[in-house]
Structures are given as C-alpha cells and as structure tokens.
C-alpha cells in the first residue's frame, strides 16, 4: 500500500514538473516572437526615417518613384558608394535592405550577417556575396518558420523589390530549386546583377531540414539613385549556405 501511495506521488511530482517545463517552454517561445516583431518594427521605424532624409528617389512596391527628399546624406549611402571594390564587409548587424515580395505579403529588413541573433530579428546578407547596386550575385538568407515562411508561396515571374538608402532595385524571379546545404554554386559569382533567397527545406520539417529552398531572380529595372561603383568579391574560403536558416 505504501509503495503504491509513493508511486502515485512520484507521478503527480512528475506530472507538475513537466508542466512548468511546458509552460516555461511556451514562455520562452512567446518571447522569442515578441523580440522577433519588436526589433523588426524598430528596424523598419529606422530605415523608414533614414529614408525621410534620403537624397535618392523612392520607389514603392508598386513600381511608382515618389519625388527626392533633399536633406542630410544618407550614411549608409555614403559608406557603400565610397566602397573600394575587395573592400571589408559591413558590419554585422548593419542595414542592408529591406526586401518586399507584394505577390505573397512578404516585406522583411536585410541585415548584415547571418548568426542566429541576426535572422531571429528578419533576413540576412550571406556574407562573400554582391549587395544592391553591385553587378554580381546578391545571397540573402531567412528562417523558414519565420521571415522566408511566405517563400513557399512565391512563383515563378514574382516581382521582388530590394530598397535602399541609395535606390531602389526590382527583380524578377526566374527560377526555384531544391539544393543540398553544401551546393554554394548558388551563391557564385554571376555575370548579370542576380538576386538568390536562400531558406531550410521542407518548410515544415520537425528539427534540422536536410535541404535547402533557392530562388534565383534577376534584375529587371533600370538603376534609380546611386550606382555603386567597383564590385563586392566573394572572401577567401569555403562558404556554405548556412544551418537550418
């Protein structure tokens, strides 16, 4: 009788020990997504003020150019376009875009970098790859359960909008494939300005997705504002196509 009451016990012990686990667990994720929106809706706050003062044409998702705000140069501006070509990254966490696919509601801050601090708050720039403006291949990485989750729904021919602080750049997409993580001829060296989106695959996998989602896209407006002279080049070494993003 008494080691049936113990038994018991240890169950009912066991039972509230995995619910505060659970409940601790859901806590932590909740945060997780509160830090996630906040610090993307700060960086969007950001980039749209710097827009305000930016002494470049505009142009919406829409295609339409508003007219130049005449005001204090951007710096990021002046930093990119001073750029020697072979020159040092941005700094992580630095603003690259914001990148906006109206076909499928998607509209995410790029940042610079890709640790897992990086793409909690949006997408990131693939470092060794292009960034807008230059004539190479631009890679851009997000998670797939949270800023490339719309990707699954992007087709062929979508329309993709990169915006800066020096222009405003349109793509078009021109292919989808399904890649191993280590296949980075994705993220080679192309001769025409390529914008390439990189996420996990199968979109919804439980743990690490053993593939990777590419969509290749290519430049389809003419230059607005700046263009950015001398080319980003690719850092010495391997490159991979990321962890899980």
Not at 144 to 153: I, P
Request: glycine share 12%; proline share 6%; hydrophobic share 35%.
């Amino acid at each position: 009788m008494t080691d049936r009451l113990s038994w018991k016990k240890a169950l009912r012990y066991g039972e509230r020990f995995l619910f505060i686990v659970g409940v601790a667990a859901l806590g932590i994720y909740a945060a997780a997504l509160a830090y996630s929106a906040l610090s993307a809706a700060h960086d969007n706050w950001i980039f749209d003020q710097s827009l305000k003062n930016s002494t470049y044409p505009v142009v919406s998702p829409g295609g339409k150019a508003g007219s130049p705000k005449l005001g204090l140069q951007p710096r990021g501006a002046v930093a990119r376009s001073k750029k020697p070509a072979g020159s040092a990254s941005l700094s992580s966490g630095s603003t690259v875009a914001r990148i906006q696919i109206p076909s499928i509601g998607l509209s995410e801050m790029v940042l610079e970098g890709t640790s897992e601090w990086i793409l909690q708050r949006g997408a990131g720039h693939i470092a060794g790859t292009d960034y807008p403006g230059g004539e190479g291949n631009i890679g851009i990485a997000g998670h797939r359960d949270r800023s490339f989750r719309k990707l699954k729904n992007i087709s062929k021919h979508d329309k993709i909008v990169l915006q800066t602080l020096h222009g405003t750049y349109i793509y078009r997409v021109s292919g989808i494939s399904i890649v191993d993580p280590t296949d980075v001829k994705v993220l080679s060296r192309t001769p025409q300005p390529t914008l390439t989106l990189v996420t996990c695959y199968p979109f919804y996998f439980i743990g690490n997705a053993p593939k990777r989602y590419i969509v290749r896209a290519g430049l389809v407006s003419p230059r607005l504002g700046y263009r950015a002279h001398g080319r980003e080049m690719a850092a010495n070494g391997r490159r991979d196509i990321g962890t899980d993003p």
